[in-house]
């Protein structure tokens, strides 16, 4: 008998390539950037990323059960979500209010949209903006990097009984006698004294900001070993680094003592991590080609406007929550014409 | 055109509950959001706004409903407008004369009640189509669900975002105010969590009732 013939529709060639192993890929690329966030400020990074990822899951779990759409907790983008919201947050950010962002950013930036592939922001900021409104002291509130037995105890503030303030840590951080601690981060201390720290030190993360933002470097190999698998477009993080340093570049070259230098605003604050891991979601950001470059250069543009001008020290959260928004518009805008397609002018009508 | 003579509804506990549950002006019909979003950061300005709404609604109500038969057809809506304002400067003069305090927190949305649509809705849908004692009922109702609904969102985000309620400190010291909560992105939250709960509710007696029915059907 010979052997039946199969005829079946496109695509013949498949590729392993499903939505859960991107993801755990995400995570994995992560995963470096979260070893130097416990490494640079200890046990209480640790905790922060534990409590939102825990946090963040248990929301999924809980608008997945409630919704009837099954286990979506193993596709492992909200274990994403959760670690991308901890590495933005100061270290020392009270574990209750990681708690509240997870929540809100995985409730209402993801499963009240539909879940998975339907959110029009990226979860994690949506938390973040959340908190950010909610808590304006605590999520300003920095503490030194490489503090001497940051790895057997904790920022004070870091077990704050919920709804309670969080305890000031200026006598904590007095306690530890360092010598040059201001409780500022590179970015505020250019922005309102114009001391603009150095670049080596901004670029290899040896400088206090948010538990996973410092190293520019360190997120730059893990964003390139994403791009080089194919799990992340390239585009929109050169396209981001692009818009920021160009916009700042002629106000550098009018007053540098004033303006801070392109270098400075690549490395500093959240631009990379934004740049690499946040705008790049593939949910939320537009879908062609040429509109993947408008968004990116829209949010590298914005960035640098909002912290050239704008009150806020760091503009990247609100750039890539507005681009966001902005990313279906960008993506009808930016349509192909459809092949054979014939553009109709003004004879043909 | 001929008019149809409207069916007069006969006095029902119903007639007064609708305006709470049923038909509640927020939470069902959706309508005052101006005020809903923004007086209601605390329990004090929610209950404030809510009498003044209701009080300016019985009111206003009771005369369209006295004068349906005078009033022209063609002008109605201007009308109605004249009787409302007429009372919401009486509504204004009041809180300024019992707390000044509370009317500069009140601010223009006492003034603002004049265009508030649950009235106007109320004149039109109701008012001016029934007699003086149902009237009377519904507008009560009416107005006892926009209070009930102000109150909702308003201890919401007083105990978030100031840890009070009426103004008494609910959790002492040490308390973290959501400060969102007492800006307007905190009404929209705390609204939209509301409508999720009673949509969800309501879906579910919807779900109840179905099963039930398909029930009795399987078995007769």
């Known amino acids: 008998m010979p052997k039946p013939i199969e005829i079946r529709t496109s695509p013949h060639l498949k590729r392993a390539l499903s939505v859960d192993r991107i993801m755990r890929n995400v995570v994995f690329a992560l995963l470096p950037i979260c070893a130097f966030a416990v490494f640079q400020f200890g046990l209480s990074a640790l905790l922060l990323i534990l409590t939102t990822t825990g946090a963040a899951i248990a929301t999924e779990w809980f608008f997945a059960r409630a919704s009837g759409r099954g286990n979506t907790v193993s596709d492992w983008s909200v274990v994403i979500t959760g670690i991308l919201l901890a590495l933005t947050l100061p270290p020392g950010f009270p574990l209750w209010m990681a708690a509240v962002a997870a929540f809100v950013g995985v409730a209402l930036g993801k499963a009240l949209f539909g879940g998975l592939g339907y959110n029009v922001m990226n979860p994690a900021l949506v938390g973040r903006a959340f908190v950010q409104a909610a808590f304006p002291v605590a999520i300003t509130t920095w503490t030194p990097a490489f503090a001497p037995g940051r790895f057997t105890e904790v920022i004070p503030s870091t077990f704050t009984l919920p709804f309670m303030q969080p305890i000031p840590v200026s006598e904590w951080v007095a306690g530890l006698q360092l010598d040059a601690w201001t409780g500022a981060t590179p970015l505020a201390m250019q922005k309102f004294q114009q001391i603009e720290p150095s670049v080596t030190d901004v670029f290899t993360g040896m400088i206090a900001g948010s538990a996973g933002e410092t190293s520019a470097l360190l997120i730059l190999v893990c964003g390139l070993w994403l791009a080089f698998k194919r799990m992340l477009d390239w585009r929109i993080p050169v396209a981001v680094m692009a818009g920021a340093a160009l916009t700042a570049l002629p106000f550098w070259l009018l007053d540098s003592s004033l303006y801070p230098s392109p270098w400075f605003v690549l490395f500093s604050g959240g631009l990379m991590l934004g740049a690499w891991f946040m705008a790049s979601d593939m949910v939320a950001s537009p879908v062609t080609t040429s509109g993947v470059v408008i968004y990116g250069l829209f949010i590298g543009i914005l960035t640098v406007v909002i912290r050239l001008f704008g009150g806020l020290v760091e503009g990247v959260m609100y750039a890539i929550l507005l681009a966001n928004a902005a990313g279906p518009l960008i993506s009808s805008w930016t349509q192909p014409r459809v092949y054979g397609a014939v553009k109709k002018t003004r004879e043909t009508e | ?220």
């Open chain 2, 1 to 220: 055109m001929a008019e149809l003579p409207n069916p007069q509804e006969n006095l029902s506990l119903d007639t007064f509950l609708r305006g709470i549950w049923t038909e509640n002006p927020v939470f069902a019909m959706l309508l005052g959001m101006c005020p809903v979003l923004a007086v209601t950061n605390s329990t004090m300005n929610a209950i404030a706004m809510g009498l003044a709404t209701t009080f300016v609604l019985v009111c206003s109500s009771l005369l369209i409903s006295l004068l349906r038969n005078w009033i022209p057809k063609q002008v109605r809506i201007a009308s109605y407008i004249i009787i409302i304002a007429t009372f919401v400067t009486i509504v204004d003069y009041g809180i300024q004369a019992i707390s000044l305090e509370l009317y500069a927190a009140l601010g223009a949305f006492i003034q603002l009640i004049v265009v508030n649509c649950v009235i106007l809705g109320r004149a039109e849908a109701y008012a001016s189509k029934q007699r003086l004692h149902t009237t009377l009922v519904n507008s009560l109702g009416m107005g006892a669900g926009f209070t009930i609904a102000l109150l909702a969102l308003g201890t919401v985000r007083e105990i978030l975002g100031s840890g009070s309620i009426l103004g008494v400190a609910l959790f002492g010291e040490g308390f973290q105010p959501w400060v969102v909560m007492i800006l307007p992105p905190g009404g929209f939250f705390v609204l939209g969590a509301w409508l999720l709960l009673f949509n969800w509710l309501r879906l579910r007696k919807e779900r109840r009732v179905m099963e039930q029915s398909g029930v009795a059907a399987n078995a007769g």
